[in-house]
T-cell receptor, first 114, second 115 residues
Framework: GQQLNQSPQSMFIQEGEDVSMNCTSS?????WLWYKQDPGEGPVLLIA?????ELTSNGRLTAQFGITRKDSFLNISASIPSDVGIYFC??????????????FGAGTILRVKS | EPEVTQTPSHQVTQMGQEVILRCVPI?????FYWYRQILGQKVEFLVS????????KSEIFDDQFSVERPDGSNFTLKIRSTKLEDSAMYFC?????????????FGPGTRLTVT
C-alpha cells in the first residue's frame, strides 16, 4: 500500500529554536493533516491542508501542501518546552482504490535538549 | 469545546475473550472511525463508518472485528476473540461532512492489553 515517509524520526530542540519536519510519498495526496500526540493521549489535529501550494498557519505552526502534492512540511517557530511530543503527518491518497482513509507517517519525536 | 470520548481508558483481557470498546463521537459529526496504534508504532486505520454502515476497512479489520452504532451517541468496536497481537491503543475519531470530512478528531484512546 501507499506509504508516508516522515523525517526526521526524532530531534532535539532548544527553547527558542525553529523546527522543521516533513513527509513525502510516491503517491499523490489531496489532503494533508498534521497531528501532535502527547504520551498516553490521542492525536490532536494541528493543521489541515486541502490544496497544492497551500500555506496555513496556526500560531507558531506553519504547514504547507507541496506543489507536487506528494509532500508536506511543518515548521514550528520559536519552540517552547511544551512543543515536545510526537508529530504525525497524515494524508488522503488521491487514488480511488485507497478510498477515504487517512494514512499516517511514522512520526517525528521532539525532545528537549538538556 | 466538544470532544470525542472513549471508555474504558484501559482494558485488560485474556486471549480468546471478547471485548467491546466504546466511543462517543462529537455530536454533530457524521463520519466515525477506529484506528489502532501498537506501542511505539504509527497510527493505523481500521475502519470508517457512515450512515449506519461500514464505508471502508483495512486488511487489519478481519472477521474478528465489528463496529456498531447502537444508538444516537455511541460507536463501538468489538473484537470477538482477542489475540495477543491485538494489544494496542485503539483510537476512535469522528469528522463532520462537507469540507470537514478529513478533519478527523481523535479521542484519548483505550489501551487494550491481551494476556
Amino acid at each position: 500500500g501507499q506509504q508516508l515517509n516522515q523525517s526526521p524520526q526524532s530531534m532535539f530542540i532548544q527553547e527558542g529554536e525553529d523546527v522543521s519536519m516533513n513527509c513525502t510519498s510516491s503517491s499523490i495526496f489531496n489532503t494533508w493533516l498534521w497531528y501532535k500526540q502527547d504520551p498516553g493521549e490521542g492525536p490532536v489535529l494541528l493543521i489541515a491542508l486541502y490544496k497544492a501550494g497551500e500555506l496555513t498557519s496556526n500560531g507558531r505552526l506553519t504547514a504547507q501542501f507541496g506543489i507536487t502534492r506528494k509532500d508536506s512540511f511543518l515548521n514550528i517557530s520559536a519552540s517552547i518546552p511544551s512543543d515536545v511530543g510526537i508529530y504525525f503527518c497524515a494524508g488522503r491518497v488521491c487514488e480511488r482504490k485507497y478510498g477515504n482513509k487517512l494514512v499516517f507517517g511514522a512520526g517525528t519525536i521532539l525532545r528537549v535538549k538538556s | 469545546e466538544p470532544e470525542v470520548t472513549q471508555t474504558p481508558s484501559h482494558q485488560v483481557t485474556q486471549m480468546g475473550q471478547e471485548v467491546i470498546l466504546r466511543c462517543v463521537p462529537i455530536s454533530n459529526h457524521l463520519y466515525f472511525y477506529w484506528y489502532r496504534q501498537i506501542l511505539g508504532q504509527k497510527v493505523e486505520f481500521l475502519v470508517s463508518f457512515y450512515n449506519n454502515e461500514i464505508s471502508e476497512k483495512s486488511e487489519i479489520f478481519d472477521d474478528q472485528f465489528s463496529v456498531e452504532r447502537p444508538d444516537g451517541s455511541n460507536f463501538t468496536l468489538k473484537i470477538r476473540s482477542t489475540k495477543l497481537e491485538d494489544s494496542a491503543m485503539y483510537f476512535c475519531a469522528s469528522s463532520e461532512s462537507q469540507r470537514g470530512w478529513y478533519e478527523q478528531y481523535f479521542g484519548p484512546g483505550t489501551r487494550l492489553t491481551v494476556t
